[in-house]
């Protein structure tokens, strides 16, 4: 087993299997140093701040009980010792030293012996560990956005086994807080309060401090570019679902033919009890859709109540008397009065949806029209109510979800979207029509295919339509990435590269990334490596060979190769003026980078937007991706549009939504959309099959 002292040795082996666990080795002293230079002021600062609260509260006496005059004397403590300067010193060194792992003053943890294992904590001992967890449930629960970036650059390249090593970390800082406060105050009563105060500091406004250092820490380099999709353990809010999906209580749009308090299906009043098997006799399926129409109610606002999976059936009472002539009355069942009544079923299913969120009403229409010929496909083959993988239970979720992707009121249809997709339910309304009374378990799977594939096939037809909105935005995105490209090759080899040179391999690279087919990397990773030679001033000969091989990959690709070349003729240049740089040539600031990339606010995001703000609506944000369905309500209209997240860009944190009928878009932010979310403006649409949550 490889012991501390063996991990600290640059010469060690790592035992078989297992990564070289390296910190902060890995960097370039400018990385480093760029570490230091925009992480230790805010974390400092912050700590600053959250002193002088801390004072002012315990010379108050705001905490109102009988250890006030021991608080108020600590306050005057607090000002004697140099707490923050220590706590300064050792966040500059954690970020600058190349040792691994840290060495921490663990107080909080003794032992009973040596062998024993048991682990003895005190009153004192409990009450800091209890701290730290703490801490630590705060930062992954409320700042999940910051975590998953801080996170994932202390793993990457081997950097720390246990993240919160990394002197980013926040619970590396109350480590470093921790001893600074003992070493001045003790383990006293007055240390485990400042750090409760310190925890309750950062509850309250930690949010800008860590998406300054995640901003930091992902400007450096540090993060996979594009952003990570790594999600730590967390409990992040789920993607939106039938199940608790109901028309919001602001907003012009109306559920077709109902109020909006009528859209609100009220909680499942009682269970079906057992479903029976399919193979049981027309009666028992009878027994068990008229307690589901007894739940659904005749006004429709009781609901469908669940499905007991097993056990004895009951109900909350006595099932409905059903008016004479209606097929949910008593009396021998058979299976042309139990198709009537599956009709009645499926139609007070569909309804109930219909009432949960407003449809467009050819949608609607639409939809409805599928009933009839459905009821007689699943009067044969019941397993439709028990078989969650059934293909026509697939298939009629997959229709609602995408006739609820239509605004209920929308005005134009620009390019004929919606229309293509209200004649396309109609169309296989008819299919399904005409072939419900000879179809089975293989045709049902083939109209499921069908489907499927004329989905994906109108989705690239819709995006096509608006590639010349997605064009200008690609090139933004590609931009943004050349430019930081350059910041990290400048961070990582600790060039003094011309502003002139850096724009001109900034301009290059980008022009290389328009050219590239989506997902190709194999060239971009070329010219990362001729950026990195120019960077630390390899020799032409060097580069020419770098060179030559991105030729062979851009001819590979079929690039232009006048294009191409006339790119790597401005690398050369930009080489050139490296390697003799022009008299007062002002040098490439990467903090400039930094900072663009921090100060994102496009059209659409609200004037009063926070621009450095981390909760779990930045991490939910952060999980969109192109395809995505939403709903927004304008904030100056109240007016309900539904849309599709048609692109997005990594390095520009940019996001364009467009409706299904091509009308007017919104371009949002990352914290952009965070803060739609936050304010309620913006929930993501139903994505999973609403006869499941039904027949839940």
């Not at 949960?356 to 050819?362: D, K, M, S, V």
Request: glycine share 8%; hydrophobic share 40%; proline share 7%.
């Amino acid at each position: 087993m490889t012991s501390k002292e063996d991990r600290n040795d640059p010469t060690a082996t790592p035992p078989a299997g297992k990564p070289r666990w390296q910190g902060l080795a890995g960097l370039s002293p400018e990385q480093r140093e760029e570490l230091v230079v925009t992480i230790a002021p805010a974390v400092v600062g912050h700590l600053a701040g959250c002193l002088r609260s801390t004072t002012q509260r315990w010379t108050s006496g705001q905490s109102l009980d009988e250890h006030d005059s021991e608080r108020a004397r600590w306050s005057l403590e607090l000002g004697r010792f140099p707490i923050a300067q220590d706590f300064d010193t050792a966040i500059r060194d954690d970020l600058r030293d190349t040792r691994y792992p840290p060495a921490y003053e663990f107080s909080g943890i003794g032992f009973a012996a040596d062998d024993s294992g048991l682990k003895v904590l005190d009153d004192y001992q409990t009450a800091r560990r209890s701290l730290r967890h703490g801490l630590e449930a705060l930062i992954r629960g409320e700042h999940a956005y910051s975590h998953l970036i801080l996170y994932q650059a202390a793993r990457e390249g081997d950097r720390f086994e246990h993240p919160n090593w990394a002197p980013w970390s926040p619970l590396h800082w109350f480590e470093r807080l921790f001893e600074a406060a003992e070493r001045h105050l003790g383990r006293s009563r007055a240390a485990l309060e400042l750090m409760d105060a310190y925890v309750q500091c950062l509850a309250r406004s930690g949010s800008g401090l860590l998406t300054t250092v995640a901003e930091a820490v992902d400007a450096c380099g540090l993060v996979t570019d594009p952003a990570p999709t790594l999600e730590p353990d967390t409990d992040a809010v789920p993607a939106a679902s039938w199940n608790d999906y109901r028309q919001p209580g602001s907003g012009s749009a109306q559920p077709s033919g109902t109020g909006r308090e009528s859209a609100r299906a009220a909680p499942s009043h009682g269970w079906a009890g057992p479903m029976p098997d399919a193979r049981e006799d027309p009666d028992a399926w009878a027994r068990w859709a008229r307690v589901l129409l007894h739940g659904a109610g005749s006004g429709g606002t009781a609901g469908i109540p669940a499905v007991q999976a097993h056990g004895d059936m009951g109900m909350t009472g006595d099932p409905p008397v059903a008016a004479a002539g209606s097929a949910t009355g008593a009396g021998p069942v058979t299976r042309d009065s139990l198709q009537v009544l599956i009709r009645e079923l499926l139609d007070a299913i569909l309804r109930q949806i219909l009432r949960q969120i407003g449809f467009h009403p050819g949608a609607e229409e639409g939809v409805l029209a599928i009933l009839p010929p459905l009821s007689t496909v699943v009067a044969r083959d019941l397993d439709f109510f028990r078989e969650r993988r059934h293909p026509l239970r697939i298939w009629l979720g997959q229709v609602v979800n995408a006739g609820a992707r239509i605004t209920p009121d929308s005005p134009d249809d620009t390019g004929g979207a919606v229309e293509r997709q209200l004649e396309r339910l109609h169309r296989f309304a008819d299919r399904l029509r005409s072939g419900a009374d000879a179809m089975d378990r293989v045709q049902a799977q083939a109209l499921l295919a069908d489907w499927s594939w004329e989905t994906v096939r109108d989705l690239a037809r819709w995006q096509e339509m608006h590639e010349d909105r997605i064009r200008p935005l690609r090139h933004e995105e590609h931009v943004a990435r050349a430019c930081r490209g350059v910041t990290v090759c400048v961070l990582e080899t600790g060039a003094t590269l011309p502003e002139d040179a850096a724009r001109q391999i900034a301009d290059a690279w980008g022009e290389i990334l328009d050219l590239l087919p989506d997902g190709e990397q194999r060239l971009d990773l070329d010219l990362r490596a001729v950026v990195r030679a120019i960077c630390r001033m390899a020799s032409p000969t060097e580069v020419n060979a770098l060179v030559r091989q991105a030729l062979a990959d851009a001819q590979r690709l079929g690039i232009p190769d006048a294009r191409i070349r006339s790119v790597f003729a401005r690398l050369g240049q930009a080489h050139l003026q490296h390697l003799r740089p022009p008299p007062d040539a002002a040098a490439f600031d990467p903090q400039q980078s930094l900072r663009r990339r921090r100060s994102v606010r496009l059209r659409d995001d609200d004037p009063d937007l926070l621009p450095d703000f981390d909760d779990i609506h930045v991490f939910e944000a952060n999980r969109i991706r192109a395809g995505d369905w939403c709903e927004f309500v304008d904030r100056t209209n109240g007016r309900l549009q539904r849309m599709a997240l048609a692109w997005r860009g990594e390095a520009t944190r940019s996001f364009l939504f467009i409706p299904l009928d091509g009308g007017s878009e919104r371009r949002h932010s990352l914290q952009g959309v965070a803060n739609e979310l936050r304010e309620g403006r913006m929930r993501m649409l139903p994505h999973d099959n609403p006869i499941d949550v039904i027949l839940r």
